[in-house]
């Protein structure tokens, strides 16, 4: 199985592609994606990475701070969204 983390203080210009492969050093990614505005396209500033259960904590303590085009990235296990009314 695999668990989403959230990875947020990204930099605007990173692509799904940068995430993955900074994500890559760490452990298996099985998908990437960062999030858009709907109206502008450009990024939010977060994303979410794929791996497997078993790499979650080991990813967590290894990329939450680590430095992504000159900022400090967060990192930890997303939770499930919350509906909207």
Do not use: C, H
Not at 13 to 21: N, Q
Not at 60 to 85: F, K, L, S, T, W
Request: aromatic share 8%.
């Amino acid at each position: 199985m695999t668990k989403t983390l959230y990875v947020g203080n990204l930099p605007w210009a990173v692509t799904e592609e940068d995430l993955a492969e900074a994500f890559r050093a760490v452990a298996d990614v099985k998908g990437s994606r960062v999030i858009t505005d709907r109206e502008t396209g450009r990024s939010r500033g977060f994303g979410f990475v794929e791996v497997d259960d078993e790499d979650v904590e080991r990813v967590v303590a290894a990329m939450n701070g680590a430095d992504i085009g000159g900022r400090q990235i967060i990192v930890n296990e997303a939770r499930p969204r919350q509906p909207r009314y």
